[in-house]
T-cell receptor
Framework: AQSVTQPDIHITVSEGASLELRCNYS??????LFWYVQSPGQGLQLLLK??????LVQGIKGFEAEFKRSQSSFNLRKPSVHWSDAAEYFC??????????FGAGTRLTVKP | EAGVAQSPRYKIIEKRQSVAFWCNPI?????LYWYQQILGQGPKLLIQ????????DSQLPKDRFSAERLKGVDSTLKIQPAKLEDSAVYLC?????????????FGPGTRLLVL
């Protein structure tokens, strides 16, 4: 069965600093991988997704993620964080019927 | 394009009471999902509909939870009777066809507190 681990429960970065959120997955076949963001009181918004091809995926709001099969990882990055990026970030792996397994999330705090 | 609509946004009930949540997906989306998100955890799929049929309800606690999507459009999720551990945000999502890798679009959720 598929599963996702997000090792970092909470991360704090300064505005303008770079960001990397970690995600490790377990899935028997070629994974479909997603990153979603959830602002307080809001639903989840898709940042980016990976199916196949180029292992570096570009998303919205300046985010990118890199798929590394050898490490079973799909880490999310942003070169310069803005205060509005403060939110909860979820990594997910998609399976056969498009049911997704989400990680527990990483809460991002941005210091001014 | 209108997004996924959910109501109510908040609900407070006492244990053993019943409660119902409503979801209207994006127009034309065949697949509808209900997720439960407990504080500090990621969303967990409860049930997935394809039109008005159930695709997956393996994680739905069927002794107390029920869901329907009678006309293949909007959907209702019910809890009866509620337990303290049902306190969570209930998220509804929809996608076009339910094919693997499709983007799921989420509503704002219903926050349930069971006292």
């Amino acid at each position: 069965a598929q599963s996702v681990t997000q090792p970092d429960i909470h991360i704090t970065v300064s505005e303008g600093a770079s960001l990397e959120l970690r995600c490790n997955y377990s899935y028997g076949a070629t994974p479909y991988l997603f990153w979603y963001v959830q602002s307080p009181g809001q639903g989840l918004q898709l940042l980016l997704k990976y199916f196949s091809g180029d292992t570096l995926v570009q998303g919205i709001k300046g985010f990118e993620a890199e798929f590394k099969r050898s490490q079973s990882s799909f880490n999310l990055r942003k070169p310069s964080v803005h205060w509005s990026d403060a939110a909860e970030y979820f990594c997910a792996v998609g399976a056969g019927n498009n049911d997704m397994r989400f990680g527990a999330g990483t809460r991002l705090t941005v210091k001014p | 394009e209108a997004g996924v609509a959910q109501s109510p946004r908040y609900k407070i009930i006492e244990k053993r009471q019943s409660v119902a949540f409503w979801c209207n997906p994006i127009s034309g989306h065949a697949t509808l999902y209900w997720y439960q998100q407990i504080l500090g955890q990621g969303p967990k799929l409860l049930i997935q509909f394809q039109n008005n049929g159930v695709v997956d309800d393996s994680q739905l606690p069927k002794d107390r939870f029920s869901a329907e999507r009678l006309k293949g459009v909007d959907s209702t999720l019910k809890i009866q009777p509620a337990k303290l551990e049902d306190s969570a945000v209930y998220l509804c999502a929809s996608s076009q066809m339910g094919q693997r890798g499709e983007t799921q679009y989420f509503g704002p959720g219903t926050r349930l507190l069971v006292l």
